[in-house]
Every structure is written in C-alpha cells, then in structure tokens.
C-alpha cells in the first residue's frame, strides 16, 4: 500500500493550559495570575503607541527592552536574552542546551511542561523526586552526570524555596551540563541566583513578566547568564523565528519596567496577603509548604482537595488541582486580592463547618 | 577529561534577518514591508484596548482572531491554524509534517528560511532547481516520493505566481506527504489554492498580516487546511507553547479584519505600484520576472547589481540584494509609495546615464 502523509506525522498528546473562564464573576486563583492591573506607565505606552509603526518589522534583538532590562537588573546586555514568555526561553533553551542525548533531570513534582518539551524534543529525562515535605533532595541534583538540570525555584506547585545555597550546590556540581533555574515567582521573596552568573557560565536564570509584572497577557520572558550561554541561545533562536517578539509588547516591557515603585509595592501586596493567608488557612485546618511565591499549596486535614475544589467550584471560586500520586490531595491556590481571599476564607469556613 | 557543558550545545549559525536601517530618511524597499500604515480599525482599537487585562493570560486558542478569520475567508473554525508570524506557523508545520527521516523538497531559489528550519529539525532535504526563467520546474516536484513539499506562491525573491492548476498537479501527485504553499505574498494578485483544501486533505496554506495587512510589526501568520491537518499542529503547538500569541496582537489583528475595504484599497495601490514600476524598469533597462507579489526581482544589461546596490544605499535607498549563483546579479526591490518609487527611479535615470 502506499504511504500516506499521516505516517509522517509527529503525533503528540496535547497539552491542555489552566482553564479561563468565560464568566466575569468568577473569582479566579487558578492560574497565578497577578490580580492587580500592570504598571499604569503600561497603560500610557498604549495610549501613545506609533500604530503606523506596525507596518514594519519590529526590532528582532529587542533591543529597547534588553536595554531596560539592563538598566533595572545591572547585568550587560549580551548576558540577556528575551522570548515571548517563561515558556519560550525554556523551551529554546532545551533546543539549546539539552540535545546530548544525556538524561536531563528535573524534580518529580514541578512545573508540568518540562516533560512536555522533553517528549516533544526527544530528550531523555529523569525526575529526582522531591523529599516528603516537597524540599528539593539537593543531593539527588549533584552526581555531576546529568545531561542537563531545570529547577524552578521557588518550586511550582509547592512554592518552596530552596535557598541559594542549596542551588549553588548543584550548579557547582555540575560543570558538565547546564543548569536552568526557571525563577518565575523569584519576586515574591525567594533571593535570586542571578549574583551567580559570573561565577559560573553554566548557569542559566529565567524570569517572566507573567506573574510579578502583572503581564501575563503580554508574553515576555527573559534569561540571564553568561555570555556564552547567551550566544548559544540566540543563534538557535534567530535560525528559528528572527522576529517573535511584537513592537507594541516591547514597548509595554519597557514600560512596566519603567516604573519601579509600582513593582515592589505589588509585589509587597500579595507577599503581606500570602501571609495572612497562610494564617487563614492554617486556622481552617489546612496545611501547606512554606510558599515564598505568589500561590499556596494547600491540603486539609480531613476533607479530600477534590471534593474542597469542587464545592468552590460550584461557588465559582476557581482554585487548581493538579492529578498525579504525591499531589491529588492539595489544592493550589493562588493569591488574589483582600477581597477576593476574605470570599475564599468565607466560603471555607461556611463549607467546612456544614460538613 | 570531563565532559563540559559546551559540548552538549546545538550549535548552528545564526541567521541574519534584512537589516533594519537607525536612520529615519532612509526609502526602505528592502524587507517587503507595507509602505502604509495598517486600517485606522487599528489604531482604534489601542486607543480603547483594557490594559487591565494584559494581568491575565491570553485567550491560547485565539478564538476571537480564529473567528474573524473564519468570517473573512469563508473557512470553518476547526480548519484555520493561527502562529506569531508566518515563520512560527512554518517552522511549527515542519516540526509536525516533516519528520519522517524522508528528504523534503523546496525549490534551488526561495525563502531562505525554509533550509534554516531543516538543518534545525534535522530534516533532510533536497532543492528542485527553478527553470532558467525562474519559474517553478512543477514536474521536478511530481514524483509522488517526497518526504514533505513546500513552495512559496508567489515565490520569492522571483515574485512569479506559479498558478492554481500547475500546484493542483503537485498536491495531487503528493498523497504521501503534506503539501504547504506559502501565500505570504498572495493578495498582491496571485490566486490562492485556498479552495482545494476540502479536496485535498494534505494541503496546507499559509499566509500572514505582515505584508498585505501591514502588520509586520505584529507578527500575525495563519494556516488553513483540512481538520485534520490543523488539529495535528495545533497539538504539537500546544505542548510547545500555550500562550504564544498575546492579548493585544490578537485585539490588533481583529481589528484589522474588520475594515476590508481599506485592505483591497491597499492592495491594489500596491498593484498598481507594481505595474508602473515594471513599465519604468523597462524603461531603464531592466528585466525581471513577471511579479504577483509586492516586490520586483530586477537584473540590469548592463550594470552589475552589487554595483547599482551600492549606489543606491550610498543615496539612502535600501533594496536587498542576495549571494548565491543564480541570484546574486539580482536585485529584490519592494514596492514602495509613488513617491519612494519615483525617488528611486529619478536616481536610477541619472546614475545610469552618468556611466
């Protein structure tokens, strides 16, 4: 018989994103969205944006936004890279960084696209599981053999962090490959690796506006190492897509980044209501890792997660859960405004007493 | 010795995107680009777009522009595929189509993308050679073996629309692989194969904003083609990114949609353009492919490309100019408003006589 184009096909199984609802009403703590809007200098940015500027190509080095990006993290422009989101500086960087054909490791409970890319690029993985109170076994990350290592700190869905200490253990450890540390909830109080770049080229920091910046409908995400590492990365990406990143989405990163005092005030908003929240939930009969991010790992001790998210469900509060051994029975639930958690902590403490 | 982290790098050689001039008084004819701004739909819809909801993710099926699209070409939903630009679209089909370990075919002379890709994904490939008066040798791309099968129609740098019937006979001949014609250039007066995608279940079409839309600047490329064909690479699209095209990109390329009297007004002053500068090449001592597209591949008697390049830009007038044996006696000249036209003529009249 003869061959058909559907043998040639690369089939994979698709990758389905946390839900967005369609009703407005629904109080949304599903996908660490920021609840705040961006900085307003974002809004200004729009309001004057040059739209016949749109008929020409935007600047494929990004140039204005490495630049601001420079300026606000003190790091030379050729240790920067940037991408249309965390997701695609990840994904490069596996193209990148991960095709020895050596098993790249991960943590067994972590972000869910690190295996995804794996399959979709033919990379070998293990996961190095996480101990029992979800901490990173560190020592299981430094047998100096992996083909790679990528390690979201603070951890995602745990939102723990495993200190700078612990993290320059296993990049010391690990001349042989390179080590991502996928920092995309960094800014709400875990330390940065970044001091660390000049010390050891490889090392690889990504960070995104998605979650801190409050811009996540932007898709901007961004990398930092050595200058290597760097090159590497953009010479695959450039042989990939010369211009992914819009003009209007550099403006408005040069923007948000403009405005520093909004930043930290935001930022300093939701780590005060974590804690409170923290407090809530612990006084509900929750317990969770000591998250340093912008959600909270919860689990109760007597009521199942899935019966919890589906009562809030119903009550269109929307909180994640995730299957999977070690995680069916939390529930993660990002932090949202005052408002927004006094409605969640309401809710709670009506259903758990009914039962 | 130990191993390094730099050797398990993909390493490949960085492509370089059509430069993009700092100085404002430049007549830019050198990357296809629109000469006018994109419909006043735009601009209006960034005057009033909710900044607020740059905080939450974008919609990842795009549904909205998906819908417009739909609207506009009288394509159902499920059969159009939307990407951050034509090369994200392409690159995405190929890592989806051309996987099979079979050479895929393009032809000798064409977007210089298309080998890029392949080295990238590791595709094999072989070139079909364009006949001596550039047009596509349709028989070379008949044999019913390929691995995969892209050709631009218009193609470029020629311009020359090769015809509905003569890539009907490849489509057909090719039931063993999937076939892309890439119609980035196809409203400058070509006749898009869109029709037989309900026939023929392996035809993939691409097109993009960039050119005929004038939204380079926003990076917006689509696909259309049976179910089946869109389905297979939206899955490999989502567990690759979900999130790739933000929120006001697609705001942008609604708005765009809306206003089609203003694109067909666009379109046939381009055409018009078109024609008039082929008559004044002629008149000068040109010859050149008969263009569909918004760009003129043009060859002096007497004078030596490099040579007339040089003294173009010398005199702020970018066109583009290729290396490679067939081409490098050529040069790719965009279409730009009468008055860029006429500044390019009046210059080419007096530097041609002065020799």
Known sequence: MMSTWEEKVHKVTPYTPGEQPKNQDVI????????YPPAPAVKKILDSVDYEA??????????????ALSD???VPRDQIFVGVGSDDVLAMSFLTF???GE??????VTYSFYDVWADEFRIPFDTVPLKEDFSIDVDGFCKGTAGGIVIPNPNAPTGLDAGVDALEQIIRTNPQCVVIIDEAYVDFGAKSVLPLIDKYDNLLVTQTFSKS?????????????SKKLIKYLNDVKFSFNSYTMDYITQQVGMASLSDPDYFRMRCLEIINE????????????????DSKSNFLFVHHQSKSACDIFAALRENNIF???????????????????????NALFDFLEKYLKED
Do not use: C, W
């Open 98 to 100: 991960f095709t020895s």
């Open 103 to 108: 098993k790249i490791l991960f943590p067994d």
């Open 28 to 35: 949304k703590l599903n996908t660490n969205e920021n609840p």
């Open 54 to 67: 749109l008929r020409k190509y935007p600047d494929p080095a990004a140039a204005g936004l490495i630049g």
């Open 72 to 74: 606000t993290y003190g």
């Open 274 to 289: 974590r804690e409170r929240a923290k407090k809530e939930f612990t006084r509900l009969g929750f317990d969770f890792p």
């Open 213 to 225: 910046r409050a811009l996540a409908g932007s898709r901007i995400g961004f990398a930092f190492g």
């Open 319 to 341: 909180v994640r859960h995730f299957d999977g051994e070690r995680v069916h029975d939390h529930l993660r639930v990002t932090i949202g405004t005052k408002e927004q958690m």
